[in-house]
């Protein structure tokens, strides 16, 4: 459906170099990394908002696409039905199909009593709702979705996936940029983006059955003592260490090994004290990451 | 296409229906410019406070205050006896003008200490030149009469010489009464050719003061040269700034991204989002002129359809700034500083309030740089001397080339800021 041939891209400085990508048609694809990762900058790509600097993206004839950019882009002034009414006709619709389409996807998404409320004045999930609903407006082939779930309480964040995944059952593609890694499990495959570079592109579970590494946490008590995670790092083995919110994380390649040298170097942690656990999607983005020869910070 | 383009148009009206505030900017900011510049900004000074000084108490002081009494826009303030309170009262602003008849005032005054003094408050501009003028209208008007009581006072004592009647009590001699009436025919004749030298000596006063015809403007009303310029100025700003702050609004809210993956074409974005604004100056273009010619009874005389096409010649020329300031800016607030910045000089340097010949050429240049110092002139003179348009060649072509480039211009690099 869309194919990226040799493509770069620069904006300021390079971002992109010589991707080569193919996006099929019906299928959900996260675009994963952190603020500043170029993920908008990538999907503005897709769309044709930016042109690339060097390859040529090949789209199928008479792609429509559907795009809900992270500020929305919803007219706030003017109210829920207005704003679907216009898209609707700016894509072409009579006014009366326009009327019938607004008034059918209101229904979709529970937001019928709010039709002549100033799109402004909705609480942030709704207006998150009505974005996505004025990018179908016209019926897409295409849906793309920049950070739809940033800045949303959890119950929005799921009410909008199960709405995504609506109109993906519906035969939509998606392609939907987030920065929270959980979310990689709604997708059929990912695209991890870290400073301007493509680090990998494959289905979630792919990912985790590649996953090269252990991972190793500090329980809580011990964890208190240990301040020096640079120490942790040099060790042999190490791949990475860091606090995921109040866990410590260690990934390496051999736990057992790890456990040893750490008990040969300090005497106030026994091996004991690490407990092996399952990686998650952040694990794997992290060494992603590491082998990609980024750099997270502390 | 036009399907497209109507959507757009009416999504504009709609956030207009929505943002009250500038909707009612759009249609009452041409009213208040009118009623400013028609009615306030008003260079007729209509009255002017005088200090009067008379210390000569004189028949020639009366005659000149008499003179002052009647006329409607000089008003005698104050009187006193000092020159120093009649000054105070002019640095303290109470009066404009101060007259002060010295002790040995007369109206034709042969030394310099009969002469009247006459001092203005210059800081108060257009009242001191008004307060000028009036002034020596007065003191021509008295010295005319002046002049004419003393042609009358010389012709009757001279006819009373002339026409002396010998006395007829006196014992009448034949001889003598022949002589005297022979001296008397020859006096009466030499007295009609010194009256005839005299009629010469003292012109008619009417008959040396020439008559000014004052053309297209009879009474010099401001609003009559303000008003007519005030529907350059009211296009320029309003299609300037509209067309400004509704592309880079689009653009803040990020609403611009969403009209450029739509199908829309750069061509189609572009029309739908001037035409709305073509429109309401077209409806503010007509509320001025109506305005004008009604209420204010300025009369046009030229072609209005004519007019009117000049006039979006000049909206073509705004609609190309405003564009141009709208690929340039980044957000609202920044096309509206660029907005003024384009507006101020036009009002300043294009003839609108100042004419270009007082200004000097260091200056001037730049107000040959200006689009409204072209529209001007063919707006004041087809409001007020009916002139037709093939008369202003010049500034027409002018304005096409402004319209051509600017639009060009703009239409380049809104392409370029969209690509």
Redesign the interface.
Known sequence: MIQLKNVSFSFDKPLFQQLNLTFSAKRIYGIVGADGSGKSTFLRLLIGIYRPTEGKIERSDQLLYGFVSENMGLYEEMNVMENLLFFGQLYGLSKEESRKRSEELLAWVKLEPFATRPAGKLSGGMKRKLAVIRAIVHQPHCLILDEPTYGVDPVARQEIWALIKKIHQQGTTILVSTQYLNEIAYCDEVLFFHQGKLLTKAPPAELMEQFPYRVLSLSEEKRLQLKDLKQLRQMEGVLDAYFRGTELILLCEDPQAVKRAYEKERTDLQASDWIEIEPSYEEIFVSLMKRGGGNLGD | MW??I???M??EF??LK??RRTLALMILLPVIWLVAFGYAVNFDVQKVDLFVVDQAQNEDSKKVKDHLNKDEEIVIKQQGQTVAEAERALRQGEVTLLIHFPPEYQIMAKEEQQKLNISVDGSHLFSASSAIKKMQQILLDVQKESLEDLKKQVQQEMSQIALTEPDPSSPPIQQNQQLQMRIKEQLEEKMKEQQEKLENLFPDSEQFTPDIDVLYNPDLKSAYVMIPGLIGLVLLFITTLMTALGLVREKE????????????RPFELLMGKILPYLLIATIDFLIVWVVGVTLFDIPFLGDFVSFFAVALLFLFVSLGIGLFISTVAQNQQQAMQMTILVLVPQFILSGFVFPLESIPWGVRWISYLLPLTYFLPVCRDLFLKGSSITEFGFELSILVVFAVVILLFAMLRYRKSL?
């Open positions: 399907r497209k109507y959507a757009l009416s999504k709609i956030q929505h943002d809210q990020g609403t611009l991204e969403q009209l450029l993956v739509s199908p829309l690509g």
